[in-house]
Nanobody, 125 residues
Framework: QVQLVESGGGLVQAGGSLRLSCAAS???????MGWFRQAPGKEREFVAA????????YYADSVKGRFTMSRDIAKNTVWLQMNSLKPEDTAVYYC???????????????????WGQGTQVTVSS
C-alpha cells in the first residue's frame, strides 16, 4: 500500500509560479509517477509523468515548457514546478503512483494504482 500526500497548492496570479510536492509513504516510489489535474466540470487530464527506470519525462502539450517534474528517491518525493501559470491551469492537482503497465502508457490515468487526495491550484487573471 502506498500513501501519497500532495501539498503546495494555492492561489496565484497569472504569470506566477507554484511548486507542488507529493510525498510517498508505505513503500518506495513507483518507477512511474504522474501528475494529473481536474478542473470543475471537466474530466481528469494528464499533466506530467516520469519513468525513473529509463529517465524519461512526459508532459501534456498544454504545460510543456512551463512545468517541470522532478523526483528525489532518497526523500520519496516528487515535485511539479509550475511556472508562467495561466487561468486555465486552475484545477485540483493529483499525484499518482503507476502500476506495472504504467511505463507503456504513462499518460493513461487507468495505469496508476494509487492517488493522493489532491491539492487545489487557482490562477487568477
Amino acid at each position: 500500500q502506498v500513501q501519497l500526500v500532495e501539498s503546495g497548492g494555492g492561489l496565484v496570479q497569472a504569470g506566477g509560479s507554484l511548486r507542488l510536492s507529493c510525498a510517498a509513504s508505505g513503500r518506495a516510489l513507483s518507477s512511474t509517477m504522474g501528475w494529473f489535474r481536474q478542473a470543475p466540470g471537466k474530466e481528469r487530464e494528464f499533466v506530467a509523468a516520469m519513468i525513473w527506470s529509463v529517465s524519461s519525462t512526459y508532459y501534456a502539450d498544454s504545460v510543456k515548457g512551463r512545468f517541470t517534474m522532478s523526483r528525489d528517491i532518497a526523500k520519496n518525493t516528487v515535485w511539479l514546478q509550475m511556472n508562467s501559470l495561466k487561468p486555465e491551469d486552475t484545477a485540483v492537482y493529483y499525484c499518482a503512483a503507476g502500476g506495472a503497465l504504467a511505463p507503456v502508457a504513462p499518460r493513461n490515468a487507468l495505469r496508476y494504482d494509487y492517488w493522493g487526495q489532491g491539492t487545489q491550484v487557482t490562477v487568477s487573471s
